[in-house]
T-cell receptor, first 114, second 111 residues
Framework: ETGVTQSPTHLIKTRGQQVTLRCSSQ?????VSWYQQALGQGPQFIFQ???????GRGNFPPRFSGLQFPNYSSELNVNALELDDSALYLC?????????????FGDGTRLSIL | QKEVEQNSGPLSVPEGAIASLNCTYS??????FFWYRQYSGKSPELIMF????GDKEDGRFTAQLNKASQYVSLLIRDSQPSDSATYLC???????????FGSGTQLTVLP
């Protein structure tokens, strides 16, 4: 039990639609990161939030956006969905500042784009 | 050059043997190193982390770090079929100090 909960578990969308994925972390987990994992690949860093501010972003276009809320929940929004967005989306959180403590993952949301 | 490189495998070992998983990284400034285990269809699970040169042992797992060689490894002693999974090496890198992952090594432990 990592204390990180993601919803929904699975989601099917069509090209051009928009999606919001949600993550709930334990109290005190100030740092939350989102990753995209394609089949057979390692997770790729999308962005990271620390105390509700985005403090880093990977090589993803602006149609990937996010928010972190005061109650330690966060969300990932993806606009104008493309077929290549089909992947497992992972949320990971940790106490303390970025990189200071190990991150633990939620179970992920598997997104399929038709 | 990828920031974190792992042999993709697959790696097969017999039950009871030692499995050795290797990882190299490019950022000399990296200070924190992690091994995650990922079962098929599941999310990564943290199994070991190491910050200092040398060995760190936890049960059947030993993580080894050599910063001069930019090399980190994971040894699994007395391998069990339940250890069959993909093992992901990750380092803290980048301006955001985010986790940067290798592509993973698929391990199969044969009964």
């Amino acid at each position: 039990e990592t204390g990180v909960t993601q919803s929904p578990t699975h989601l099917i969308k069509t090209r051009g639609q928009q999606v919001t994925l949600r993550c709930s972390s334990q109290s005190g987990h100030n740092t939350v990161s989102w990753y995209q994992q394609a089949l057979g690949q390692g997770p790729q860093f999308i962005f990271q939030y620390y105390r509700e501010e985005e403090n880093g972003r990977g090589n993803f276009p602006p149609r990937f956006s996010g928010l972190q809320f005061p109650n330690y929940s966060s969300e990932l929004n993806v606009n104008a969905l493309e077929l290549d967005d089909s992947a497992l989306y992972l949320c990971a959180s940790s106490i303390g500042g970025p990189g200071t403590q190990p991150q633990h993952f939620g179970d992920g949301t598997r997104l399929s784009i038709l | 050059q990828k920031e974190v490189e792992q042999n993709s495998g697959p790696l097969s070992v017999p039950e009871g043997a030692i499995a050795s998983l290797n990882c190299t990284y490019s950022d000399r400034g990296s200070q924190s190193f992690f091994w995650y285990r990922q079962y098929s269809g599941k999310s990564p699970e943290l199994i070991m982390f190491i910050y200092s040169n040398g060995d760190k042992e936890d049960g059947r797992f030993t993580a080894q770090l050599n910063k001069a060689s930019q090399y980190v490894s994971l040894l699994i002693r007395d391998s069990q079929p339940s250890d069959s999974a993909t093992y992901l090496c990750a380092v803290i890198a980048g301006s955001a100090r985010q986790l940067t992952f290798g592509s993973g090594t698929q391990l199969t432990v044969l009964p």
